[in-house]
């Protein structure tokens, strides 16, 4: 294109130790448990309750303002330590004194693998916080580092030729005029169909397609079902596919959706009643369900009383951070005998 680069390539100012195993008796104030995946953090911090240590949970589950209320607690340090899926990087600033991996593989979607060796230095980065730490430590909960210090001793990994990229509605626009078609899924599908050369590949368009296709409605105009196409909604999960039905019906009908709302269980104040894991995972699923329509209320005005949504959004976070308070045994499912 013409365009300048510039290629700026800095170190990390801190240095970054691996130390031996350990075990969970010797972890300490400032380590952050990393696990993969929300039910084994819910477990770690349920262990580290045996063991007289408080924690803050993170993971992906959790609303952006629940996931900064857990942080807090740590850094305030009424939390001694955290225990947080792989993701605890990702918006978060954390004085963690020493990274813990619990294991050193994850199941990535599709099986379980071990960890790559970015994946290990994104991880295992968050250690010994520049300007609050000397440096940073990484150990796992288990007798053999050697994992963790061959991945970090690792060149990174040359990164992808092809530029991944996906059409804007002036391209699809144009596809569906020459198609002579009205169906959005249809335009989606000849990108898919064709070669863009050695630059640029067409990201996967497979969930885009399925979702034009379930927006579709005589009703509804090609651009809005594109930007329905589009949507962050996953159509594999009931819940998803339910609200995202919803909000198609109330623009095909040109009606206000109306804002879910918790039971009133939800609403109590009584300390001595402590949520479930069961009604924490169906907080965590009404909370997710909130933040797509926030997303359909911002993109479509009028849409969704927002005002309305931001004050479930807050009944629901404040009591997502009830539950995770106090102990975290009551959290992890119980164990039925066998007769």
């Not at 740590?74 to 600033?93: C, E, H, P, W, Y």
């Not at 391209?171 to 863009?196: I, K, Q």
């Amino acid at each position: 294109t013409g365009e300048r680069l510039s290629h700026h390539r800095v170190e990390r100012k801190s240095p970054l130790r691996v130390t031996k195993g350990i075990s969970l008796d010797d972890v300490r104030p400032g380590d952050c448990l990393v696990a993969f995946s929300r039910k084994e953090v819910i477990q770690w911090a349920a262990k580290l309750d045996k063991h007289g240590i408080s924690a803050a949970v993170i993971y992906g589950a959790l609303t952006p303002e629940v996931r900064q209320r857990q942080a807090e607690s740590f850094r305030s340090g009424q939390a001694k330590v955290v225990v947080a899926t792989d993701a605890i990087g990702m918006g978060l600033n954390l004085p963690i004194k020493r990274v813990v991996f619990t294991a050193f593989q994850k199941f990535d979607g599709e099986k379980v693998r071990p960890l790559n060796c970015t994946e290990v230095k994104q991880i295992a980065g968050r250690a010994g916080r520049y300007g609050i730490h000397d440096q940073g430590e990484v150990t796992a909960l288990a007798s053999d580092t050697s994992f963790l210090s061959h991945n970090l001793s690792q060149a990174e990994p040359p990164l992808g030729k092809m530029i991944p990229i996906a059409p804007l509605w002036a391209h699809v626009d144009n596809v569906m005029r020459s198609l002579d078609t009205d169906s959005v899924g249809e335009a989606l599908s000849f990108f898919e169909r064709h070669s863009w050369g050695k630059v640029y590949s067409v990201r996967g368009l497979e969930s885009a397609i399925v979702r034009a296709n379930s927006a579709w409605h005589r009703r509804i105009d090609p651009k809005t079902v594109f930007a329905l196409a589009f949507s962050p909604v996953d159509l594999e999960r009931n819940e998803d596919r339910e609200t995202f039905h919803m909000v198609v019906s109330c623009i095909a009908a040109d009606r206000v959706v109306s804002v879910p709302r918790l039971g009133s269980y939800f609403d109590c104040d009584d300390q001595n009643i402590k949520p479930t894991g069961a009604q924490l995972q169906f907080a965590e699923t009404h909370a997710r369900q909130l933040t797509y329509l926030a997303w359909a209320g911002t993109r479509f005005p009028g849409l969704v009383d927002l005002d309305e949504l931001a004050q479930e959004r807050q009944r629901t976070d404040q009591f997502v951070n009830r539950a995770l308070s106090g102990s975290y045994k009551r959290l992890t499912p119980s164990r039925r005998s066998r007769r």
